[in-house]
């Protein structure tokens, strides 16, 4: 019965892979083969149908999970600033700002690329944006198409790595329970955490690496072929000033200071942090389709980053034991802002429902947090079963008899994750995989020998899933970019445009491997060992 509960395991891992490809919903494919796996393995008696009686407090418990309320939010911000038009304000000034120079507008879309994933954090309208604004300029001047294509789709894919990152908040999540999971195994009844937070400062370094990298690449690109990365002719009328420069890039940016200092400062759980992203994203937005009366919206900022920073300073004097006896200076102080916040939020919603712009941005946002979650329920099913059939067991056998020890379970469990993503989406990999290999891989030394660190393992599975986005043939970040490609780029441009950047990525997971202090050192830096 044991070797027909371990056929039935692999045998529904395989058929939901079989249905993903062709092209079933996932999240019904994940509850349905559960389900139907489920009944197969109690007809022939090795599935306990009490392991379902556990699924409604799984999904209790991603109702109440506060970590997972910062996902809509993530995605509101992003969506806002997509259709406020700042990204493509911000796209148009790095062009011209950068397009002079011999591989210019190959830079610029790497940088635009890096900025747009710490504030909007979504591939599609990234790689779409860029797409269409960058790639028929970038066409006219004589980019070769691989070049171009292979940028834009790697650029809008940073999203995945940079925080604040939807994926990292999803991985920090499922990280957390296989964290503490792994440490009861070991004996530890006191186990310790890793939060969101952790992995947004593990991520913040490699991510740079990884911008570097491109403009590296893109660096060579000109000097190896510069008939393949020309310079931009600029008409003096359209010459960019550093006042147009800074006023496309100093508000985002700011937003992003914000939203990413408070969590690392710990002025903000990254919840807390996702909010004050979607108001002032929604500030920004008003202030941009309307900047003829901008004064209410930029004390309505102001206020925002002073509440930010009084929190700050009132959480350091709560740190130094140093409570003052009277605060009614700064309660007042507080109050003040948070009204004015309120008024230019309010004024700021209003311009852009006038714009047609909120309904849109709130569509949208439901529809992408709607499908997280649903898939998240179909893999918690999915998950139960398999670990009823006995897969749980399969694969920690499976991986400590990997050549090679620790090192060799780690290399097995990346190039599965690097394989998968070659057909699936990089939800179904953390939803589905990471639970049923991050228990095990956590109580396995590191390469170098120290005890696994679970930022270290989820920056390695980030920049991991960062390629399924790019590699063919289900690679959504090509798919979006072939919907907005001009006709005469071809399909086999954009799938060769990517190979470079692929083998990037890679590049950047070897370094991880012997430089784990680039994703350990800041985690440690900023909230201690």
């Known amino acids: 019965m044991e ?28 509850a349905g083969t559960a389900l139907i796996f489920g009944a197969i393995g109690y007809a022939f008696g090795v599935f306990d149908l009490s392991f379902f009686s556990a699924f409604p407090q799984r999904i209790f418990g991603t109702m109440t999970n506060e970590v997972l309320i910062a996902v809509p939010l993530f995605v509101f ?14 796209l148009e000034t790095m062009g011209k700002l950068f397009g002079p120079l011999r591989g210019g507008l190959g830079i610029s879309v790497s940088l635009v690329g890096a900025l747009l994933a710490a504030s909007t954090g979504i591939v599609g309208a990234t790689v779409v944006t860029m797409g269409l604004l960058s790639l028929p300029t970038m066409l006219k001047n004589g980019y070769n198409p691989k070049i171009a294509t292979g940028s834009i789709a790697a650029a809008g894919t940073l999203g995945q790595i940079i925080p604040p990152s939807i994926v990292l908040v999803i991985l920090g999540d499922q990280l957390s329970n296989a964290y503490q999971k792994a440490q009861l195994e070991m004996g530890l009844f006191s186990p310790d955490t890793v939060s969101v937070g952790d992995l947004f400062a593990g991520a913040l370094l490699p991510g740079l690496m990884l911008v570097s990298m491109y403009i590296l690449y893109q660096i060579g690109m000109a000097i190896l ?62 202030f941009r389709l309307r900047s003829d009366r901008p004064w209410p919206i930029l004390l309505a900022a102001g206020a925002l980053i002073v509440v930010l920073v009084l929190t700050g300073f009132m959480d350091l004097r709560v740190q ?18 948070c009204v004015t ?47 009823g059939l006995g897969g749980e067991e399969m694969v920690h056998e499976l991986l400590n008899q ?28 953390v939803f589905v995989v990471v639970p049923l290999v991050a228990p095990i891989l956590l ?40 919907g907005v490609a001009p006709p005469e780029v071809r399909t086999m441009d954009i799938y060769r445009g990517i190979i470079p950047f692929v083998f990037i990525q890679m590049l950047s997971l070897i370094v991880l491997w012997y430089f784990p202090d680039l994703a350990i050192w800041l985690p440690k830096a900023v909230y201690g060992p």
């Open 402 to 429: 990997m050549p090679g020890g620790a090192a060799g379970a780690i290399i097995a469990v990346m190039l599965l994750m690097f394989v998968l993503g070659f057909f699936l989406d990089f939800l179904e990999i």
């Open 77 to 90: 911000m992003g969506v806002m600033l997509e259709r406020s038009k700042v990204a493509e304000e911000l």
């Open 3 to 30: 070797g027909l509960a371990h056929s039935l395991d692999i045998m529904m891992f395989a058929a939901v892979c079989v249905l993903l490809l062709a092209g079933f919903p996932v999240a019904f494919t994940l």
């Open 320 to 337: 130094r034991t140093v409570i003052p006896t009277r605060d009614m200076a700064g309660i007042a102080i507080a109050a003040l802002c």
């Open 443 to 482: 109580t396995l030394p590191m390469p170098n020998g120290e005890p696994m660190s679970p930022v270290w393992l989820g920056i390695m599975m980030a920049v991991n899933l960062q390629t399924s986005f790019l590699t063919p043939p289900f690679g959504f970040a090509l798919f979006y970019l072939r």
């Open 225 to 286: 072929k510069p008939e393949g990365s020309p310079a931009m002719e600029i008409a003096p009328e359209d010459v960019v000033t550093w006042n147009k420069v800074l006023n496309a890039l100093v508000p985002p940016v700011v937003l992003i200071i914000a939203v990413l200092g408070s969590i690392l400062y710990g002025i903000a759980t990254p919840t807390e942090a996702a909010a004050v992203g979607a108001v002032g994203a929604t500030l920004l937005a008003g």
């Open 341 to 387: 916040i309120a008024v230019g939020l309010l004024i700021a919603l209003v311009r852009v429902f006038r714009k047609n712009v909120l309904v849109p941005v709130m569509r949208t946002t439901t529809q992408i947090t709607c499908m997280v979650f649903v898939i998240l329920i179909g893999a918690s099913l999915f998950s139960l079963v398999f670990r």
